[in-house]
């Protein structure tokens, strides 16, 4: 029996712990992927065995045709906003809990519950939060604001913004234990060598901070600007997609599940899909040109 060298058994090693992850990552993820493509040039209803080959049809519909059913994008861009406030309010709470005052692990286990508490449930909380003569409307009366309420899931200049603050309230916890978590890595003697050239707190803030957590940050703008493409049960439990809150997912599944059109559904996800690559390339161009400046 032929001895094996040194390299070789590392190579098969290393093979074989491959294995089992690619197959688990080409069984569930490629070829789904691909089986998606596929369906997209289809005119499947999800029912019929037969799959009418209709090649770039229901691209053309999505994206030429029936611009309808692209418009549910526009919401995404209330989520990304909302995105971006969350990121800046993890940052700061993060920060300030950094410094280990007192009382600091009880507020930062209060923050981070929202994003342990069921979905489900914290939705339907904050749709009965939300409505009229609710427990906003009764909170905002008690503390002599009552003249400011709002019709806030009935009106839709209103309403989008009453989804943003709970999607905001709900992922903020994630965030934040993700921010907290980089602010350890800053080595605390550049902190006391600043302290002792006199530099400020913005001044740390800005110089020392930042630059060490920013690789972070950007991690967190992409997962932002990814999850503000594909947000669904916020919108779908509180209103159900009214007063045009609909967003993508939304449609996609409309598509699919109530209008049998599933060769459209699965372009729209393609589209999607597409549109998620796009966003976190042309942001992970901008950060490391930014780091390169």
């Not at 098969?12 to 789904?32: D, E, H, K, Q, R």
């Not at 289809?42 to 049809?57: C, H, M, Q």
């Not at 209330?78 to 800046?88: M, N, P, R």
């Not at 920060?95 to 939705?123: E, W, Y």
Request: aromatic share 12%; glycine share 6%.
């Amino acid at each position: 029996m032929p001895i094996l060298t040194a390299q070789t058994q590392r190579r098969l090693v290393i093979i074989s712990f491959l294995i089992a992850p690619l197959t688990l990552l080409t069984v569930f993820s490629l070829w789904p992927a691909i089986q998606l493509v596929w369906l997209s040039l289809t005119d499947w209803d999800g029912l019929s065995p037969d799959k009418n080959f209709v090649g770039l049809a229901n691209y053309r519909r999505v994206l030429i045709e029936d611009r309808e059913l692209l418009s549910p994008l526009v919401n995404s861009l209330y989520y990304f906003v909302g995105g971006v406030i969350q990121l800046a309010l993890a940052t700061y709470f993060a920060v300030i809990l950094s410094r280990r005052m007192p009382g600091s692990d009880l507020f930062r286990m209060i923050l981070f519950l929202p994003f342990v508490l069921n979905s489900v449930a914290t939705s339907i909380v904050f749709r009965d939060f939300l409505q009229i003569d609710g427990g906003l409307d009764a909170l905002m009366a008690l503390v002599g604001l009552g003249a400011f309420t709002q019709e806030w899931v009935q009106d839709p200049d209103v309403v989008k913004w009453s989804l943003v603050f709970a999607s905001v309230w709900r992922y903020l916890g994630f965030q934040l234990l993700i921010t907290y978590g980089a602010l350890q890595a800053v080595p605390q003697d550049q902190y006391e060598a600043a302290h002792i050239e006199g530099a400020s707190e913005w001044q740390r803030f800005r110089h020392i901070t930042l630059p060490t957590i920013a690789p972070v940050l950007g991690l967190q703008l992409i997962l932002a600007t990814v999850g503000a493409l594909e947000v669904f049960d916020v919108p779908f439990l509180i209103t159900a997609g009214a007063n045009d809150t609909k967003t993508f997912v939304m449609a996609t599944l409309e598509e699919a599940f109530e209008f049998r059109r599933v060769g459209m559904a699965a372009a729209m996800a393609v589209i999607l899909l597409c549109f998620v690559m796009l966003a976190i390339v042309v942001q992970r161009a901008l950060f490391e040109r930014g780091a390169r400046a």
